[in-house]
């Protein structure tokens, strides 16, 4: 796994993405639309994951597009990541867009090491989150999540839950007494992925530290 950093290298605020390389490219964007977004100072740790469906998949399950299924390696990542929060006088923000933001409530399940999570459009169509999100709560205390209000309007039969699934988890989260907000975007799934995401840490960085502007 990669490591791109952005930002203060000496932030006591340190937010975490899993990304691939589309992500990357945009990656300058969405750092400055965060900075204009709050005031906050941070580091962001950019972790250019290798294998999408593997590395950021929470348990096996078969393809939906195409022949590549889940090998359900997310453990694996998580566990590679967690030495990045190793400072316990900084705290720690973690998410994503797509899979990378179900990565990224599925990693806030797993462990209390990340006070917030921006889940961008996460794919929380992905077969029994609702079910595993239900019975092991986040350990977070704020929690973004958002859609584009064209996202379920696929022929995929499975993907075609994903605005179901999102209502239900943000009905959960907040019965778990979760901040929890879920923003709707124009659009599918393939528009402005950075700045959805850079709005989704805004919001989280604003909800986390009260003093951010």
């Known amino acids: 796994m990669l490591f791109h950093e952005y ?3 000496e932030a006591d605020l340190v937010l975490l993405q899993m990304v691939d390389s589309f992500d990357l490219a945009a990656m300058e964007n969405e750092v400055a639309s965060i900075r204009a977004l709050c005031g906050a100072d941070f580091r962001l740790i950019a972790a250019e994951v290798g294998h999408w469906n593997a590395d950021l998949s929470p348990w096996e399950a078969p393809a939906v597009i195409g022949k590549e299924g889940f090998a359900g390696k997310a453990h694996d990542t998580l566990e590679s990541i967690k030495p990045l929060c190793a400072d316990a006088n900084k705290t720690y923000l973690i998410g994503g867009y797509s899979l990378a933001g179900l990565f ?10 990340f006070a917030g999570v921006a889940a961008a459009s996460p794919s929380v169509w992905f077969p029994g989150f609702s ?21 379920e309007k696929t022929r995929n039969p499975v993907m075609a839950t994903v605005a ?16 929890c907000t879920l923003k709707w975007n124009s659009g599918n799934h393939f528009q402005d992925p950075a700045g959805r995401t850079a709005a989704a840490f805004a919001w989280t960085i604003r909800h986390c530290l009260p003093n951010a502007e």
């Open 7 to 9: 930002g203060n290298p």
């Open 104 to 113: 990224a409530l599925w990693a806030a399940c797993e462990t209390s090491l």
């Open 131 to 151: 079910d595993y999100i239900k019975e092991r709560p986040v350990q977070s205390g704020a929690v973004y999540l958002s859609l584009g209000d064209r996202e």
């Open 164 to 179: 179901a699934r999102i209502r239900e988890i943000y009905e959960v989260l907040c019965a778990q007494g979760v901040d």
